[in-house]
């Protein structure tokens, strides 16, 4: 029988055998926990279809488990002392390539059209919590061709990644998220699954990429009102607009008539499509 790279033992052992030191500020911290590696594969219903990317494969712990569900896995990572481990580890994964870089500097579509074959480009990782929203910023701007983009952040992330308004936990992140895609929490993930174990408590969302977004007449302008309406989410919506866009409240208040909004709401009462409908009437800023 394979000796499998969730357990706590071999981890020990491979990091041993190759006096590898974790790095904190490169976010390392490995998966111990094999059903929770088990049923990331199953929400992310990886099958034979799909061609997998994976940022930051660590050890190699969720890589394995993918190499044996899907297509193909090509799996980023920047931390070199990884690489010899990670020629052990994986020995008989014959459809993991691994990838030295940056996953915020690797060209992705140019990585895509290299290495995958299959239309089902799925995003899987246990990100590494120091850049997150980076990361996810950037996977959903480019758009992509993919299909879901799953990931392990830190349970608070994810509470905001999929937030409703008038929660405490919706803001600017709630709307890019869900402009891009369709959230859902599908695992909490307890400190305990993790070597070491980091202080918080993590979650793995599914962000579905929406085939049909909400209408924008420019996105740019669109996520500068949703920034601007955020930046003081305390005061009504009406001045966080004004001083955010640096704009005279007569004309925000003129803008938000057209656009049927209560001048006195507040940033969390309002939708995405009445983010929309503002910045459809605003003209772009050059700001
Ligand atoms: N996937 C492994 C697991 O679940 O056990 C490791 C997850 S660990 C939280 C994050 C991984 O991302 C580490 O291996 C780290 O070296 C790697 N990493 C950190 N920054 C990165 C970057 N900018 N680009 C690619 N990989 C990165």
């Known amino acids: 029988d ?3 790279l969730y357990s706590p033992s071999y981890v020990k052992e491979i990091i041993d055998k190759y006096n590898f030191r974790f790095s904190k500020s490169l976010g390392q911290n490995f998966l111990i926990d094999g059903n929770i590696v088990r049923k990331i594969c199953e929400e992310g219903e990886i099958s034979k279809e799909d061609d997998i990317l994976e940022i930051g494969p660590g050890i190699g712990t969720l ?3 993918l190499s044996y569900k899907a ?4 799996a980023v990572e920047l931390d070199k002392s990884l690489f010899p481990i990670l020629d052990e580890t994986l020995a008989g994964c014959n459809n993991v ?3 030295p870089g940056d996953i915020l500097k690797i060209d992705l579509s140019k990585l895509f059209s290299e290495k995958f074959e299959s239309e089902n480009i799925k995003i899987v990782a246990n990100l590494p919590y120091y850049i997150t929203t980076p990361i996810i910023g950037r996977l959903l701007e480019e758009e992509l061709d993919i299909d879901s983009i799953l990931v392990m952040v830190q349970s608070e992330v994810a509470e905001r990644m999929k937030a409703s308004p008038g929660t405490k936990d919706y803001g600017s992140l709630s709307v890019f998220v869900q402009y891009y895609t369709d959230p859902e929490i599908v695992l909490l993930v307890p400190k305990t699954a993790f070597m070491p174990r ?3 408590d993590s979650a793995v969302i599914k962000l579905k990429i929406r085939k049909e977004k909400i209408e924008l007449k420019d996105r740019e302008t669109f996520f500068k009102v949703v920034k601007a309406a955020f930046s003081q989410r305390r005061k009504t ?3 966080s607009l004004s001083s955010g866009l640096k704009t005279d409240k007569a004309t925000i ?3 938000l008539e057209k656009a049927d909004i209560d001048p006195k709401l507040r940033a969390e009462n309002l939708t995405i499509e009445d ?3 503002i910045s459809a009437i605003l003209p772009p800023f050059n700001i």
């Open 97 to 99: 390539e691994i990838v």
């Open 71 to 74: 297509n193909k896995v090509v």
């Open 198 to 200: 980091p202080n918080v």
């Open 253 to 255: 208040r003129a803008i």
């Open 275 to 277: 983010f929309s409908k």
């Open 2 to 4: 394979k000796k499998r």
């Open 237 to 239: 919506i009406l001045n």
């Open 63 to 65: 890589t394995e488990e």
